[in-house]
């Protein structure tokens, strides 16, 4: 450890044990990485990925109400491990209560900017269908919408540091 009595992030990583990845939680903001690591995590540790999106938006980016999405993720959270990918603050007593570790990913505000803005630019160019229901990001809703993931990422970044 460290004069400052504060423990390095490689002193924290050595003390975690197998166990403590379990159930692991991973947040930030939108284009933070949380999905690329949880998929890279998942992999290297043999556990499934839950996506809190997937089990959130509907067809049409429909949001799902929550008297169907939390029991939905209710279930999911109830397997014995997992590596869950979101955030929705309504949700973080009931992922906690299960996590058994909970990583924040915080890049610099004008990379996870940039990493929004390729994701976005990929999936809509390449037409990718995302989630169950096959959902699609478009140009026109990236960049003339007020449902733009983008203008949210820009808006809402400061926020989500500060909880």
Known sequence: ?????????????????????????????SGSGKSTLG?????????PVVEI??????PNWTPTPDETFLPR???????????LDGNYDRTRALKWARA???VWIDPPYPRVLWQVFLRTLKRSLGNVRLWRHGNRESLRRAFLSKDSILLWSFQNLGRIRRR
């Open 73 to 83: 993720l209710s279930a999911a959270l109830a397997e014995p491990r997992w590596v």
């Open 100 to 102: 058994t570790l909970v």
């Open 53 to 58: 999106d997937d089990l959130f938006w509907g």
């Open 39 to 47: 998929r890279a995590l998942a992999q290297a540790i043999g556990q």
């Open 1 to 29: 450890m460290p004069k400052g009595g504060s423990p390095t992030f490689e002193d924290t990583l050595a003390g975690l044990s197998r166990s403590d990845f379990d159930r692991v939680n991973l947040v930030g903001s």
